[in-house]
């Protein structure tokens, strides 16, 4: 790197020399120029995240290249660059993925404008890595290499003959220590990634990219190694891999499938079938195996296995072929084991793999066999699929309903819709539905119009209990090709069974997707008439749907709301007035209560969907709902006023009007879930007034005459807005006059914190987003509004640090650190004064006898010390305190002298340290301070020692206080004084 580094600046003195004096340079000189400084400075620096932002500063300034430079000094800083970025990339690849990633981007970029050059650069780079076998590191490296197909596709036709011989070198140094039964972590390590590396490579040899030509593939690749060819070696420990008892799973399964991606490359589809059926056999057989077809062979040794053991092995392999092995070999005819008949043969996928996944599917007890037994299946259906219309021509129909494969795949489906092992429901749901779609599929190519398969299903499966899960995750598979309006009406019980499985939490969601299947398959019948469609889903789900969202279990109530509501209006939105309109005209339903919250429910998804226009907000049942006496009901109706499906539709006076009349009769409800759903929805509400009252002020903006009735209509929107965030802040400060209940001063508060957030603060990375914001909050200002940081506001949140509450005090101090800024008039303070009546007065709170006033004290403490101590560099100390260093440190020493005098104050007489001089207070505020970030974060380098022996005084003082609480307590006489054994409240003030 050292080298780079002074190639970089000979490169960069030369070009910097060529440009003219005041001169700008072209824009290619100038981000050529730019890009050495970067690269530089990355090579200078030693911080992880600092060089991942330098990358990224490299990044944009190759981006502007358009075209490789074609200036002599240009082309030579862009080869400088070329050879510093390849060989950093090299440095940090599998040590460093966070700088390496953005490398490679990097990379990627100067390997759009000259492929050549990077592709020779990594060459050059890679060889080191070809000279011997490959330790961990080396792995690591070469795998994350491989793991970028745009860089290596350049390369690889030259490397893979010199990656093939290192790789099997690697392997024939494993391939011992895999067959034993321990095996050190660090070699296990080695052979997880050896093994990836395998599937890497055979996956680029067998695409045909790297090894094009007349010549087989596997011709080309058998000749690597000479009489020990390379490729046998790797497949070979690969199948060691596979029955090695000591490798993982996953390892097994990388494994796997780069042996089918090995027989890929055969000579001739026949030969890879027959290997393929070979290596399936091999699990059942002991001892030392060879595997010879045409040009590929395997010679491994089958350790001892149990039954069960076998079975992993082969559904491991079985996995493997199916998900990788291309469909023409799988199809072909291999000779059948079983008869051992020479002429006798059979289809690979159909009589030899099928068998063998369902057999696994039906394994009970074996771990988790079933579910990749199940995922096999999965494969096996999927490849099918893939080229259907072939096998139907060659071999006829396979899944019609009493085939045997149809039959045996229901029947493995049938037996575990349940089952507890995880994924596997999963995957049966899967299976279900692309085996209806390959009969589907089936019918179609042989001209059938219908089948009664589907029928007979759907009737078995609506037969079944409706509390079984397992019937509604193949109902939704099923739907879909059923005539669903003939099915509802023959099967009137289903609409009614759904009801009852939303009484079950673990069933709802399922039901619920049975329950929109319905409805998606009835839209489809109805086509895009929304009267016709309102009409269907009324006829047959409209009684349903209310006795749902009105039932007496309050959890099918609650479920009906969350996941029926939602899927009906978005599927039926003609049906929404019908539904209000059954809600409010039929009192026989259920309860008021009940019906009014169903209908806010129903009312919330309408809005949220855009159904509801906005001005219709401010209708009866809303207001009725808004003061109602149950707190849910008004926090439906208040989440209605805050929801909308667009940011940037400004408030209207409707809703302007709801929310004035709603927030100041609900600010001290004694219910914390009440009060949290207020401060939730008004986060959203906040998010669109800001975007909404950005898009007025952005129209008004850009006006061309103030004057038109268009803008003026804007004008007066847009203040309507601004005067109702006066009117919301000015409420929350009026909320925590003293004396307020403790509810409704935490909830003002948290209603300022929001408003402070959305309106005040950072806005985020985007600049120009932040910018706008910016804007909109200053020409508010100027319009005289939204005085957030006045004075009124500010003595109001001082006067919330002495509450009685904790969570009232740190949602004050939070709120005056965070946002707040310091100049003296919201302190309450002259002009010409520094803090020092405040820091008086936090003083007296910390000599008060009151717990609640000290920790007050202790808070303001932290505060003085964090907002005009750390920031503005305020000395409090003054004479008191004679020690140097900055304003933070000698501040801290003050607390310290403070607390020794309280300590002897309380050596000579304890009642009257508890009456004038607690210790609680100052350690609160000398914990408080000395775990500020911003003290250690901004302390210079001189204050390091001073505070390391403050933290050591304050263990020594506290180590005193302790001694002196634990003699009085123990009645040992003496130093603390001869003192009335039991005072009054009063002497302790």
Excluded at 229 to 239: E, N, Q, R, V
Excluded at 267 to 294: C, F, M, W, Y
Excluded at 662 to 672: G, R, Y
Excluded at 826 to 837: A, F, K, N, P, Y
């Amino acid at each position: 790197m050292e080298t780079i580094l002074s190639r970089v600046d000979r490169v960069l003195a030369k070009l910097l020399s060529c440009r003219e004096p005041g001169a700008n340079g072209s824009g290619s000189s100038n981000s050529l120029i730019r890009s050495l400084e970067i690269f530089r400075q990355f090579c200078r620096e030693s911080d992880n995240n600092k060089q991942q932002v330098l990358l990224d500063q490299l990044h944009k300034q190759l981006v502007a290249l358009k075209e490789l430079p074609q200036c002599n000094s240009q082309l030579e800083a862009f080869h400088t660059i070329c050879d510093g970025v390849c060989c950093l990339y090299f440095r940090h690849v599998g040590q460093n993925r966070n700088v390496a990633k953005r490398a490679v981007k990097v990379l990627k970029v100067l390997h759009r404008l000259d492929k050549s050059t990077i592709a020779t650069r990594l060459k050059e780079e890679w060889n080191p890595l070809l000279e011997d076998v490959w330790s961990v590191c080396d792995l690591q490296k070469v795998f994350q290499l491989l793991d970028e197909p745009v860089l290596v596709r350049d390369y690889i036709q030259d490397l893979w003959r010199q990656l093939l011989l290192t790789l099997a070198g690697t392997w024939q140094q494993l391939h011992l220590e895999i067959s034993s039964s321990t095996a050190p972590a660090l070699m296990m390590d080695r052979c997880y990634l050896a093994t990836k590396i395998s599937l890497q490579l055979f996956q680029a040899l067998a695409s045909g990219d790297v090894l094009a030509g007349p010549v087989p593939v596997l011709k080309q690749v058998w000749e690597v190694g000479g009489d020990s060819p390379a490729i046998h070696t790797i497949g070979s420990t690969l199948l060691e891999v596979i029955f090695s008892q000591v490798c993982s799973l996953d390892c097994k399964l990388f494994a796997s499938n780069a042996l089918g991606f090995l027989l890929n490359m055969s000579n001739s589809p026949k030969d890879g079938a027959e290997t393929a059926d070979n290596l399936i056999r091999l699990p059942e057989k002991e001892g030392h195996q060879t595997v010879i077809t045409g040009d590929l062979w395997f010679k491994v040794t089958v350790p001892s296995l149990s039954t069960t053991e076998q079975s992993w092995c082969q559904v491991v392999l079985v996995r493997g072929l199916l998900t990788c092995v291309r469909l023409d070999i799988l199809l072909q005819q291999v000779q059948d084991k079983h008869t051992h008949q020479q002429e006798q043969e059979i289809c690979l996928f159909f009589d030899v793999l099928f068998p063998l996944v369902t057999k696994f599917c039906g394994d009970v007890g074996v771990g988790d066999i079933q579910f990749h037994a199940f995922y096999a299946l999965e494969q096996w259906l999927k490849r099918v699929r893939t080229d259907l219309s072939h096998i139907h021509a060659s071999s006829g129909r396979h899944f019609h309903p009493d085939g045997l494969v149809t039959t045996t795949v229901l029947q493995c489906l049938w037996n575990n819709w349940e089952n507890p092992i995880v994924g596997v429901p999963d995957l049966v749901r899967s299976s279900f539905g692309l085996l209806l779609a390959l009969h589907q599929e089936e019918n179609t190519l042989t001209g059938l119009v219908c089948s009664m398969l589907f029928e007979d299903l759907f009737v078995k499966l609506a037969g079944t209990s409706w509390h079984v899960k397992g019937r509604y995750i193949l109902l939704v598979e099923l739907i879909p090709y059923v005539q669903v309006l003939q099915v509802l009406s023959s099967h009137k019980h289903i609409p009614t069974q759904l009801v009852q499985a939303l009484s079950t939490n673990h069933i709802a969601p399922a039901s619920s997707d049975v329950y929109r299947a319905f409805l998606v398959a009835t839209r489809e019948t109805c086509g895009k008439d929304e009267k016709a469609a309102a009409d269907v889903w009324s006829n047959f789900w409209l009684e349903t749907f209310l006795s749902a969202i009105c039932n007496k279990n309050h959890l099918i109530r609650h479920n009906a709301m969350q996941h029926w509501v939602p899927c009906t209006l978005k599927l039926f939105p003609g049906v929404f007035p019908v539904i209000t309109t059954q809600l409010q005209d039929r009192p026989g339903l259920a309860s008021g209560t009940i019906r009014l919250r169903a209908h806010m429910a129903v009312l919330k998804a309408a809005r949220t969907l855009n159904i509801v226009a906005t001005h219709d907000m401010a209708n009866d049942a809303v207001r009725e709902a808004l003061w109602h006496g149950e707190e849910d009901v008004r926090a439906e109706a208040f989440a209605i006023i805050c929801s909308h499906p667009k940011k940037s539709d400004p408030l209207s006076s409707a809703e302007l009007g709801l929310l004035q009349e709603f927030l100041p009769l609900n600010m001290n409800s004694d219910a914390a879930a009440f009060r949290q759903v207020i401060c939730n929805n008004m986060r959203k509400l906040m998010v669109r007034l800001r975007d909404g009252s950005w898009t007025l002020l952005k129209k008004f903006l850009k006006s061309k005459s103030i004057t038109t009735p268009s803008t003026i209509e804007a004008k007066t929107h847009l203040m309507q807005i601004i005067g109702f965030v006066d009117w919301l802040v000015d409420l929350c400060v009026m909320s925590t006059f003293p004396g307020a209940c403790y509810q409704r001063r935490k909830t003002a508060l948290e209603l300022l914190w929001i408003i402070y957030d959305h309106l005040t603060a950072d806005w985020g990375n985007e600049p120009k987003t932040s910018a706008n914001y910016q804007t909109l909050l200053e020409w508010t200002m100027a319009q005289g509004s939204w005085d957030f940081f006045s004075e009124r506001n500010a003595a109001a949140l001082l006067n919330c640090l002495e509450d009685g509450s904790a969570e009232v005090r740190e949602l004050a101090y939070h709120l005056l650190l965070a946002y707040f800024p310091t100049p003296w008039c919201w302190w309450g303070l002259g002009e010409g004064e520094t803090g020092d009546r405040l820091f008086t007065h936090a003083r007296q709170l910390l000599h008060s006898p009151k717990a609640q006033e000290c920790e007050a004290g202790a808070l303001l403490i932290k505060l003085i010390f964090n907002k005009l101590c750390t920031q503005r560099g305020l000395d409090f100390c003054g004479e008191t305190v004679s020690h140097p260093g900055s304003a933070p440190v000698r501040f801290i020493r003050g607390l310290l002298c403070l607390l020794q005098d309280q300590l002897q104050t309380a050596t000579s007489n304890l009642l009257q340290a508890a009456r004038q001089a607690p210790m609680h207070g100052v350690l609160l505020a000398l914990r408080q301070c000395l775990s500020s970030p911003a003290l250690w974060v901004q302390h210079k380098s001189q204050d390091a020692v001073q505070l390391k022996r403050q933290v050591s005084d304050l263990v020594t003082g506290v180590e005193a206080v302790l001694s002196l609480v634990l003699r009085a307590l123990a009645g040992v006489k003496g130093e603390v004084g001869d003192q009335e054994v039991s005072p009054s409240f009063a002497d302790m003030g």
